[in-house]
């Protein structure tokens, strides 16, 4: 099994796809591709056909977007999911709609793990979706806080979709209250997050489209 990423600093989606593999128990060589120099989509067809990272190679197998990433491994690990019908309804709703919207919040606060940028990008628009995050944060540990520390209790697929707010959050001086800070705290603490922003912070690849401010 190949995991085919891009920077650790900047890549969102390959950590979505990366952290989900780690959690699951799976083995796999990590194949990192930085983004936006020459070359880089050439070296990311050679494995993946949308020429977009993340791609998963298994057996010759090319899965690719992060969503249909970690729906191959949770057949592969149903642990990856609730074990409760209804419990996985509502993590399969916050997953996706994680995948398809937050469009403000991804433009003006894109992941960027080496920076401190506390107060920026707080436009009316990113601050509806810090607060629909919030909202989802606080919604699932009331409801499921006895059986752990995710959002679902055990971690599962969701905690690994919105694990780059997480860091976005700590880039941008984001600090929810309540149940939902905690669950920030929880996820900044959890092991393979801590080791993703280290290699993170070891990259020497500057992008300008994602630097944005200084």
């Known amino acids: 099994m190949k995991l085919i990423i891009g920077n650790k600093n900047y890549s969102s989606w390959s950590l979505r796809a990366w952290l989900a593999a780690r959690e699951g128990g799976f083995t796999f060589e990590e194949i ?3 983004l936006f120099i020459p070359g ?10 949308s020429a977009k990272v993340p791609c ?4 010759g197998l090319a899965v690719w977007d992060s969503m249909a990433i970690n729906e191959y491994l949770a057949e592969q690990n149903p642990a990856l999911w609730p074990a409760d019908r209804a419990a996985r309804a509502v993590a399969r ?3 996706a709609e ?8 991804r433009s003006k606060m ?11 990008g707080r436009s009316p628009e990113v601050e509806a979706d810090i607060a629909r995050i919030t909202a989802i944060w606080n919604d699932c540990r009331s409801r499921f806080a006895t059986a752990g520390p995710y959002l679902f209790g055990a971690f599962s697929i969701a905690d690994a979709m919105y694990a780059p707010v997480c860091f976005r959050f700590a880039t941008y001086g984001v600090t929810p209250e309540g149940p939902a800070g905690a669950y920030l705290a929880t996820m900044l603490a959890n092991p393979h997050m801590k080791a993703w922003a280290e290699a993170a912070r070891q990259e020497s690849e500057h992008l300008p489209s994602e630097d944005l401010y200084g």
């Open 56 to 59: 998963l190679i298994d057996h």
């Open 40 to 49: 880089s989509r050439e070296r990311i067809l050679a494995h993946s056909p």
């Open 93 to 95: 709703s916050v997953s």
């Open 110 to 120: 894109p992941m960027n793990i080496r920076k401190d940028y506390a107060g920026h």
């Open 98 to 105: 994680m995948h398809s919207g937050f469009v403000p919040l």
């Open 32 to 34: 990192r591709i930085p």
